[in-house]
């Protein structure tokens, strides 16, 4: 009876464990980093989505009726890439790290939308080219395949840093990003005040934030699960040291121990006592 006290006392315990991590968590570099990339997703992504309409409209002098079919190809660009990307993954993964495909996704992804920008900030400065909307319409299914590489690279390395908190991480990371998708398109529009509608401006800024993002948040990208590191700072009291050391996987996440086990420390405690 004794050992079926302290048994249920340990797993009343870890009933109790918060979901919610402690602020430090959210200052570790790789969470700073999927974070941000997240946040450059949605600001580049929302960006077009508001912007490239006016775009046809003031410099190509194309309505939404014919700028539509243009602006439409990037969805299917962007259906065919997501499935090239999935089978790239398990090919990368079955021969490098985990570690390693996110970072080669996340540089995929900012270097292609940086690329179809600056591209587009070239092609500006060329008028009357009578293939400029059909060259912009490409660009923009560029960026789109690259933004779609953002699936497997920070997307998912969501999922690879924690278990226990993956909840909390994700709902920090997708409000800081709602955010962004709020303030780019604001941002740009005063950019446009501010150059006097200069379109070459607005894509160079993209290029420049998307090439920014793979110098600064990809390195510090990592698969490496962080849930054992802070498991000793949330840990209740009255939960046994067998609890915490149980065993880990390959990601770093902590096995937690089965109620048997539980059950036979708890009899091998009472024979001490006796």
């Known amino acids: 009876q004794q050992g079926s006290k302290m048994n249920g006392h340990a797993n009343g315990s870890k009933a109790q464990e918060s979901t919610m991590p402690p602020l430090r968590f959210f200052f570790q570099p790789p969470v700073l980093s999927v974070i941000f990339q997240h946040m450059s997703f949605c600001g580049t992504k929302y960006m077009f989505i508001a912007w490239m309409p006016q775009y046809f409209n003031q410099h190509y002098g194309m309505g939404p009726e014919q700028s539509a079919g243009y602006l439409s190809m990037e969805k299917i660009a962007g259906l065919c890439s997501s499935f090239i990307y999935t089978a790239m993954e398990g090919w990368i993964i079955s021969r490098r790290t985990l570690t390693f495909s996110r970072r080669f996704f996340a540089i995929l992804a900012f270097v292609l939308a940086g690329f179809a920008a600056l591209t587009q900030a070239v092609l500006h400065r060329q008028p009357g080219l009578t293939w400029a909307p059909l060259m912009t319409s490409v660009l923009l299914c560029l960026n789109t395949c690259g933004l779609m590489a953002h699936v497997v690279g920070f997307r998912s390395n969501y999922n690879d840093l924690t278990a226990k908190y993956a909840g909390a991480l994700y709902g920090v990371g997708t409000t800081c990003a709602t955010a962004a998708s709020y303030a780019t398109p604001l941002a740009a529009a005063y950019l446009m005040r501010a150059t006097n509608n200069d379109w070459t401006v607005l894509f160079m800024s993209s290029c420049v934030f998307n090439w920014i993002a793979v110098m600064?948040?990809?390195?510090?990208?990592?698969?490496?699960?962080?849930?054992?590191?802070?498991?000793?700072?949330?840990?209740?009291?009255?939960?046994?040291?067998?609890?915490?050391?149980?065993?880990?996987?390959?990601?770093?996440?902590?096995?937690?121990?089965?109620?048997?086990?539980?059950?036979?420390?708890?009899?091998?405690?009472?024979?001490?006592?006796?």
């Open 216 to 274: 600064v948040f990809v390195p510090s990208m990592s698969a490496r699960r962080l849930d054992t590191s802070f498991a000793k700072m949330d840990k209740p009291e009255g939960v046994g040291q067998s609890d915490t050391h149980a065993g880990d996987d390959r990601n770093g996440a902590t096995t937690p121990v089965s109620a048997s086990e539980n059950q036979v420390h708890s009899e091998e405690s009472v024979r001490r006592r006796k």
